[in-house]
T-cell receptor, first 108, second 116 residues
Framework: QKEVEQDPGPLSVPEGAIVSLNCTYS??????FMWYRQYSRKGPELLMY????GNKEDGRFTAQVDKSSKYISLFIRDSQPSDSATYLC????????FGTGTRLQVFP | GAVVSQHPSWVICKSGTSVKIECRSL??????MFWYRQFPKQSLMLMAT?????????EQGVEKDKFLINHASLTLSTLTVTSAHPEDSSFYIC????????????FGPGTRLTVT
């Protein structure tokens, strides 16, 4: 079983939609959860990180962790074409363990 | 803040030659730097971790004699791909972590290496 599992997509939504991106992880000891956005042929950009359970909101982005089900989510409200990118979840255990990334396409 | 640069952004080299990639933290001191490679439509794979002034720690399956990593200062790490082969062609990305942001890594823009 992989330590972090993420649906690779692609996910295609219309502009303005609410997007839900999800990952599951295997080790209940994990505490730090990260979300990165990567545009084509660029390095990943840190979007948000959360510690333990709960929600964290930053503008149109909300990160959510459910430790009981070992499930992490990133919600994007009012999605824009500029949000089209690959979104990577990662577990931070001193080193980053990445999911495979989900390709998101927001069309006008 | 937290800007990481890489140079070059794109390089083509011939088989058998060596190529050096630089990674710099521009506005913070990076006590730890990481090197990743990424194949098309795949996720990032950690190659090695380096701490300033120490030898790099390589992930399983990564040849340390082929991928030489030097982290000589708190703002600079280099990756040298020696005796490059076409299968080394990939996107190489570094990241840096400072003292304050223990659990935050900031990534460089990546270097695309093509070996002919």
């Amino acid at each position: 079983q992989k330590e972090v599992e993420q649906d690779p997509g692609p996910l295609s939504v219309p502009e303005g939609a609410i997007v839900s991106l999800n990952c599951t992880y295997s080790n209940s000891a994990f505490q730090y959860f990260m979300w990165y956005r990567q545009y084509s042929r660029k390095g990943p950009e840190l979007l948000m990180y959360t510690y333990s359970s709960g929600n964290k909101e930053d503008g149109r982005f909300t990160a959510q962790v459910d430790k009981s089900s070992k499930y992490i989510s990133l919600f994007i409200r009012d999605s824009q074409p500029s949000d089209s990118a690959t979104y990577l979840c990662a577990i931070n255990t001193d080193k980053l363990i990445f999911g495979t990334g989900t390709r998101l396409q927001v069309f006008p | 803040g937290a800007v990481v640069s890489q140079h070059p952004s794109w390089v083509i080299c011939k088989s058998g030659t060596s190529v050096k990639i630089e990674c710099r933290s521009l506005d913070f001191q990076a006590t730890t730097m990481f090197w990743y490679r990424q194949f098309p439509k795949q996720s990032l794979m950690l190659m090695a971790t380096s701490n300033e002034g120490s030898k790099a720690t390589y992930e399983q399956g990564v040849e340390k004699d082929k991928f030489l990593i030097n982290h000589a200062s708190l703002t600079l790490s280099t990756l040298t791909v020696t005796s490059a082969h076409p299968e080394d062609s990939s996107f190489y990305i570094c990241s840096a972590r400072g003292v304050r942001g223990r659990y935050e890594q900031y990534f460089g823009p990546g270097t695309r290496l093509t070996v002919t």
